[in-house]
């Protein structure tokens, strides 16, 4: 880069990443969202994926970018992959319930009771 080139990237105003913040509001959301049946999972997937093409936009010229953007779609994205974690337990806990006392007494109050009665003995 020439002395000119490096003055002008200078001059120019910051701007924030475009989608810093939508980031951090699938985060935030994704981690309310982590119990519900896979809901937190599809949101914070998402915010993964928007917060790498930003990641990989801020690398290629930070200078461009406003510190503060960048600190949104960092701590988004540490909210989207704790969303992610606990929705994959979360699903992965309701699978087990399933497999091991089945759809039938998950459905049914009183046999799910039976069953736990005879599952605890």
């Known amino acids: 880069m020439t002395e000119n080139q490096?003055?002008?990237n200078f001059n120019q105003p910051q701007i924030a990443l475009p989608n810093?913040?939508?980031?951090l509001i699938l985060?935030?959301?994704s981690i309310v969202l982590c119990c519900c049946y896979?809901?937190?999972l599809i949101l914070g997937i998402i915010a993964l994926v928007l917060a790498s093409k930003d990641m990989?936009?801020?690398?290629a010229n930070p200078a461009?970018?406003?510190a503060g953007s960048?600190?949104?779609l960092k701590a988004g994205r540490i909210c989207a992959i704790i969303a992610v974690a606990l929705s994959a337990v979360y699903i992965l806990f309701y699978i087990w319930l399933i497999v091991t006392f089945g759809w039938a007494a998950m459905q049914d109050p009183d046999a799910m009771r039976e069953v736990m009665e005879n599952w605890m003995k």
């Open 70 to 72: 960048f600190s949104n």
């Open 6 to 8: 490096q003055t002008q």
């Open 64 to 66: 461009m970018y406003t």
């Open 20 to 23: 810093a913040t939508a980031v």
């Open 38 to 40: 896979g809901g937190g």
């Open 27 to 29: 985060g935030i959301i």
């Open 56 to 59: 990989k936009r801020y690398l």
